[in-house]
């Protein structure tokens, strides 16, 4: 595999601000939806930024970012984090989870400032935000950039398919925040070039799949690091759209006393998606999606399969036909996947092909509908997946290939999550079987039960070869 030495990140300010969606017509609505916090002695939310005590920096950058009212989660989980608790945030894609972790922590860090530590060429960051995927990773990055901006705060990113020891380099000279992918964090901790003894925040993006049986090895050997600060003595806080409660089980381990904040129904869609699905035959798939590219000509189309042969091969169907198409998955190399994603944001490409690599966090404007060519295994997939459009209220639309011999098992939770959305349901997607999907009118659920629930040629590291 080769790998990518890049150049150093942008400091142009129009260019740093620029990458926030607008929000949409839809925005005010998130003020609709029940909001349930669970656990002890939660701070009350706040009603705006100007009024959240963030330092000025903070909040210029926030302004600056187009933010003018705080979303729920937002609401919510910046007085939680600011008055020292930990955290566990469920909240609809799109709805500004990124920020209501970064603009606490930033604000934290600038509050209470604590030297810099880097011995040996190893550096202690005060604060680790993992996430599943190169490219959520380096957004990430981007952000905790943007609303730390002007700032003396350093940040680094660590991810794979990249040059160590550039990526090493700029870490040692020392970095309040480290974002990273697991594999390329524990690369870094096994050559001693990061150590956790100065953690004050340990975040963990896309929390329910960092915790699967997939990454669950690689936070384990971070959270259970000799070096690492123990719970009582950092701020644990996760995040996600969805959260099974065998996972949030789990994840109690990693936490103290943490509050649940819950927007809507837990691993619920985006309403501002509308649900559309078509019952095909795998023979008649590739003549759907020339249909609906033909009928949707110019529009921004983001096209799920779940094989990496699948995405190369309807990339170059797609590409035959003369449709500018771009593809992503993880056979690629960096640079081109770094490549195909600039390439759909910026329009260069209107159609991109994914895998499940592109399903979680990413976030893109304007992309106009998502097509499961092939629908995702498992209902949270599918809530990920459809939630790349229809973000900050602006709306968006999701078009299914259902195939009766492929997605059956999918059947229920599919049915459940589109009435809960109030969508219709198709009649081939009525009666199948039991839903596995825990969600419930009222807010999704603490799997702690609480009463108390307030309804208010370079070296290129160790990092495993992706799955995606
Ligand atoms: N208060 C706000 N006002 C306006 N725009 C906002 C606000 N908060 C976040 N945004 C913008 O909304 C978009 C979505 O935010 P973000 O990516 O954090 O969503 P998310 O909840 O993490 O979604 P996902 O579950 O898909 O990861 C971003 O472009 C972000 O800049």
Known sequence: MKVTVYPEPTNDETE?????????????????????????????????????????????????????????IQKNAIPI????????????????????????IINMLLQDPKDLISENGCAQPQVIIVSPTRELTLQIFNE??????????????????????????????????????????????????????????????????MLDMGFMPSIEKMMLHPTMVETTKRQTLMFSATFPEDIQHLAGRFLNNYLFVAVGIVGGASTDVEQIFIEVTKYEKRNSLKQLIEENDGKRILVFVETKRNADFIA????????????????????????????????????????????????????????????????????HRIGRTGRVGNRGKAVSFYDSDQDLALVADLSKILRQADQSVPDFLKGGGTATFKGNKYGGSDVRNFNNANTAVVDQGQEPEEEW
């Open 144 to 209: 905790a950039r943007k609303f730390s901006y002007g700032s003396v705060l350093k940040v680094a990113v660590a991810y794979g398919g990249t040059a160590v020891r550039h990526q090493g380099d700029n870490i040692a000279r020392g970095c309040h925040i480290l974002v990273a992918t697991p594999g390329r964090l524990h690369d870094f901790v096994e050559r001693n070039r990061v150590s956790f003894g100065s953690v004050r925040f340990v975040v963990l993006d896309e929390a329910d799949r």
């Open 316 to 383: 170059a169907m797609l590409s035959e036909q003369q449709l500018l198409t771009s593809s992503i998955h993880g056979d690629r190399m960096q640079r081109e996947r770094e490549e195909a994603l600039q390439n759909f944001k910026s329009g260069k490409h209107c159609i991109l092909v994914a895998t499940a690599v592109a399903a979680r966090g990413l976030d893109i404007k304007n992309v106009d509908i998502v097509v499961n060519y092939d629908l995702p295994k498992s209902i949270d997939e599918y809530v």
């Open 16 to 72: 740093i601000f620029s990458s926030t969606i607008s929000s949409g017509i839809n925005f005010d609505k998130f003020d609709h939806i029940a909001v349930k916090v669970s656990g002890e002695n939660p701070p009350r939310p706040i009603e705006s930024f100007k009024t959240a005590n963030l330092r000025k920096y903070v909040l210029d950058n926030v302004l600056k970012a187009g933010y003018r009212k705080p979303t729920p």
């Open 81 to 104: 984090i600011m008055s020292g608790r930990d955290l566990m945030g469920c909240a609809q894609t799109g709805s500004g989870k990124t920020a209501a972790f970064l603009v606490p």
